[in-house]
């Protein structure tokens, strides 16, 4: 006999992190191909040296560097165990039993599992024909149960983007006590001038709450940092959510100096979004329908051949993410291993 555990667990799925192994390429969990940026490293160091003290709860200096830099509040910033655990916070802050969150399917995988934990309903909204997000179909799916709305720009695992225009409709039809969340986790390796950039709408729209990371484009994904951006009293609940003391001082020191290297991050950044183009046009001369994709990884409908694609990967000594009967999505690499990737894409064209 063992205790009552809650009925509602029996249907979160498990997170699948991308698969690692020694001596394998690893393109599974879209991290960044450089090593932390420049005085991340001895930054970090010099608080190792203080790990007998509680780290500060309220992450007060990056929150203040992090105000400086997008130009709000510091009521408006909420730190957290990265992104995903910032997204746990938000769920648990408006979302409960009999209440509904919308989200885009295919999308990221810590929707389905913090929306079922927090014990409320699932409502998936299917991508449209070109692998993006259909924002008509997401705001046409609320209800008055919908206390939670997750749109993601760029997707993952697909990459397209949200337009400007689309998110502005969105906001306009969805009711202001629905909470909209804009996942920002790429925003840094947007290229295209009309896609969405969630501060534009913030000011004028107090449901409104950014997501962003320092896991991919600052190359942290190790230390579980991430951040909301909204409105004071949506902040102030994300806060009263969190884990005490969960972002350690390694973490928050390391955040600050990542975020004052942002010329070196735009440099790698850069890099990675010429190796996109790259990646894409080779693959879609190869034959490969690859959506558009404005984040750091490409997406190959591999459908019924999805287990068996990412098999030949393996053989070539390549870790990939596939999503069984869909789809591939592959991380962009340095040169050298997306050179791998591609020649393994062509012999399985
Ligand atoms: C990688 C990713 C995140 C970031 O996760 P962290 O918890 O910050 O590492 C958030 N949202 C999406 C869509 C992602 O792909």
Redesign the pocket.
């Given at each position: 006999m063992y205790p009552r555990i809650r009925a509602a667990l029996d249907d979160v799925p498990a997170y699948v992190p991308g698969k690692s192994g020694i001596g394998l390429v690893k393109l599974s969990?879209?991290e960044n191909p450089f090593p932390p940026l420049p005085g991340v490293l001895e930054r970090a160091t010099v608080a190792a040296a203080n790990l007998h003290r509680y780290p500060d709860l309220a992450a007060t200096e990056l929150t203040c560097e992090l105000a400086d830099f997008l130009s709000v509040p510091t009521e408006f910033i909420a730190v957290g165990?990265?992104?995903?655990?910032?997204?746990q916070q938000i769920v648990q802050s408006v979302a409960s039993v009999g209440d509904e969150v919308v989200y885009p399917w295919r999308?990221?995988e810590?929707y389905p599992i913090t929306t079922r934990i927090a014990g409320a309903s699932v409502v998936e909204v299917p991508l449209d024909a070109d692998s993006q997000l259909d924002l008509a179909a997401l705001a046409g799916a609320v209800t008055d149960r919908t206390t939670l709305v997750l749109v993601?720009s760029?997707?993952?695992?697909t990459g397209p983007t949200v337009r400007r225009d689309e998110f502005a409709e969105l906001l306009a039809r969805v009711p202001e006590d629905v909470l909209v969340v804009l996942?920002?986790?790429?925003v840094e390796f947007v290229r295209d001038p009309d896609a969405v950039d969630g501060l534009d709408f913030l000011a004028a729209h107090p449901n409104l709450c950014l997501?962003?990371?320092?896991?991919?484009a600052y190359g942290?994904?190790g230390l579980?940092?991430?951040f909301a951006v909204a409105h004071p009293p949506v902040a102030a609940a994300i806060r009263k959510c969190a884990v005490p003391f969960g972002v350690s001082t390694i973490a928050q020191l390391a955040a600050i100096e990542s975020l004052r290297s942002q010329d070196a991050m735009r440099e790698r950044v850069d890099a990675v979004v010429v190796e996109r183009a790259r990646v894409r046009n080779a693959l879609l001369a190869q034959g490969w329908a690859v959506p558009e994709t404005e984040?750091n990884f490409v997406w190959l409908p591999t459908g019924a051949r999805t287990t068996e694609f990412a098999a030949a990967c393996r053989r070539s000594g390549l870790l990939v993410r596939p999503f069984e009967d869909d789809g591939c999505r592959v991380s962009i690499g340095g040169p050298a291993e997306n050179d791998l990737f591609l020649r393994t894409a062509l012999a399985q064209a």
């Open positions: 969990s879209n165990t990265g992104s995903v655990g910032v997204l999308s990221f810590a993601c760029p997707n993952n695992p996942d920002e986790a790429y997501l962003r990371t320092f896991s991919k942290l994904a579980r940092i991430g984040a």
